[in-house]
């Protein structure tokens, strides 16, 4: 396929493995922070080839895993009212809240749809007025232009049987949450390329210069994640801290400036809870005063509710990159993709459902990765 | 590979669905193997087949190998590149009758029709079927139709039952793999899975997609007059893909399996609709195709025999049964590392972005 073998290439693969071996002479942690790159990473088996002493660390870049149980809890509150169509991705369904999931609703009843875009769920609300269709905006900056679009067409066609239920977040903040932690081992970033497709990289620079932390734009496809670690260990290796792009293909500097100007239109930055890690100031988005009436939150009176985890599960250090799946006394047996306890198991995305779905079975320590490309892992 | 886990028979686990049937419990994944070894054979009780249920089953008569199968449609939309439910119905009987190593001999066919459906469609469908069944050389002998008042289905649903007789020289099951036998795939994947997707959510790829469906049965057929009992295992790999049928044998066979990526045949309008929809081409129905396990001699014949049939031109050796890991599948993937493919657990779902 165009644009995406020539970034699979083995035999391109196989050079930069060795050149992140050329250059690697000290052991180095990074964090990849999207969940659409930890994907790649384990189902490639990127990280089992690197050399021994680069270490990935799964950042929190998964937007099914971040939103917070309550948000699923209001979700479902919302699913199960008899007027409401409630509309999400797909991979939001299986996302379990306290009592149950978005299937588990739909086969006693509910109208619950998968939709592609969020513009479906304001055609279905144009559709059927007697009706109220709600859609679950979740997402980093990438989702947030179509969201905030969909907000836009449904003011302009007068829908008042349209809202969304809001649960964005935004990158830069939380990598700034990972960075004061005290027991923070990352010592540079793979930032989420899509993300910066969006919002461009200057968000980044501060960070970089503050936390003297290298910060790579990073592509989705293994050559791409291959090129972004090697340009973060060179940069570590040679003491800088800067922010460059490696994703050129699909990012400028500046970032995409009408889908931005559409974001701040309809949402304004606030304090946003993330799963497992907690509130991070500043850290989401939500519809401003203008746009309020599109608020799900508020038309359904569910902004009060609250939920407690799971005791077992450790989505938060998960998340925040402190432990690996595999030293979850949950994982594998309690937790599985078909019995998720949290979130990071339910999303092909999360880390713990890309460790299980590459068949990588529960170990003592934090994966060290083989040296040969060849060697065999135990499983 | 969860269900062996003694942790889920003994702690609470809060979100497993028990008490109604989900959707992905008709996936062909997981949860419907859940559904079947948990469910409906103990319900059965005595009157339940004492082997692993397949999808067809022998049963000899007056020394006869005769072989049994039933399956439902209910596929929407109805009509859909490359064929409507009608061809399915006789394609997915004669196939399921196909992967026993037998020649099939007549079908029948019931119709449960929603009140309002269009006799046009009806008409439609039926010709389809009829076309269908007079290509692949096989009658429709009986049938039944029932209607039932709107909203009780969808429009139309159709069960085929198909009988056939095993070829003599046939001996295959999915617990026959042995390690050292090669595993060949018949053509291209995902092509159904990603029509009826694409079909059904109008998402676009419908001008370049279309379903494989067709019958193996002549393929089927020539393989075993070549290869005989060196032919192990047969399997279409249909609801729940090529990842849930290799799986399935690897379970059956308590063997394991190694596939390389680089020889998984996925044609590129199937694999940008799966990058885009986030779907694994593993995990996606297929419904023109064969998995066989067959024994290293008789590999490179066999897949000549493949690809000179017109089902099977694009034929591949897709990797081998191994010693280690018993009921694992493995591949090893084009950057060089390894990853388990594990079976689908339920239904496919889009990815957020």
Known sequence: MKYVDEYRDPALARHLFAQIEAVTSRPWTLMEVCGGQTHTIVRQ?????????????????CPVCVTPLELIDKALAIAQREEVIFTSYGDMLRVPGTTTDLLALRARGADVRVVYSPLDAVRIAAERSDREVVFFAVGFETTAPANAMAVLRAHQLGLPNFSMLVSHVLVPPAMTAILDAPDCEVRGFLAAGHVCAVMGWTQYEPIARRYQVPIVVTGFEPLDLLEGILMAVRQLEEGRAEVENQYVRAVRRSGNTAAQDAIRRVFHIGDRAWRGIGTIPGSGLMLTEEFSRYDAELRFAVADLTAQEHPACIAGDILRGTRVPTECTAYGTLCTPRTPLGAPMVSTEGTCAAFYNAGRSRQPAILRPPVSATATRSR | MSAADPALGTCPVPLAE???????????????????????????????????????????????????????????????????????????TINDLAMMGATPLAMAVAYIIEEGFPVADLQRVTTSIGAAAAAAGVPVVTGDTKVVGRG?????????????????????????????????????????????????????????????????????????????????????????????????????????????????????????????????????????????????????????TMRSSPEGPCAVRLGEVVGDHPGRVVMNTVMGGRRVVDMLVGEQLPRIC
Not at chain 2, 209 to 231: E, F, G
């Open chain 1, 45 to 61: 088996g990127i990280d089992e080839l690197l050399p021994a002493g680069v270490r990935m660390i799964h950042g929190p870049g």
């Open chain 2, 18 to 92: 028990t008490e109604k049937v989900l959707l992905g419990h008709g996936s062909g994944g997981q949860l419907s193997t859940e559904l079947l070894r948990d469910v409906v054979v103990p319900a059965l009780g005595a009157a339940a087949t004492e082997t692993v249920p397949e999808d067809a089953a022998l049963i000899g008569v007056d020394g006869l190998d005769l072989v049994i199968s039933t399956d439902a449609f209910v596929v929407s939309p109805l009509f859909f590149p490359g064929g409507d439910i009608g061809v399915l119905a006789v394609h997915g």
């Open chain 2, 152 to 304: 009780a289905a969808d429009g139309l649903f159709v069960t085929t039952t198909g009988i056939g007789r095993r070829l003599p020289e046939a001996r295959v099951s999915a617990a026959f793999a042995r390690p050292g036998d090669v595993v060949l795939l018949s053509g291209p994947i995902g092509a159904h899975g990603t029509t009826i997707l694409s079909t059904r959510e109008a998402l676009g790829f419908e001008a370049e997609i279309a379903s494989d469906t067709r019958p193996l049965h002549r393929l089927v057929a020539a393989m075993v007059a070549d290869a005989k009992q060196d032919i192990h295992v047969m399997r279409d790999p249909t609801r729940g893909g090529v990842a849930s049928a290799l799986n399935e044998i690897a379970v059956a066979s308590q063997a394991g399996i190694e596939i390389d990526e680089a020889a998984v045949p996925v044609p590129a309008p199937v694999a940008a609709a799966c990058e885009l929809l986030g779907l694994d081409p593993l995990h996606v129905a297929n419904e023109g195709c064969l998995v066989a396990v067959v024994a290293p001699a008789a590999a490179e014949p066999l897949l000549a």
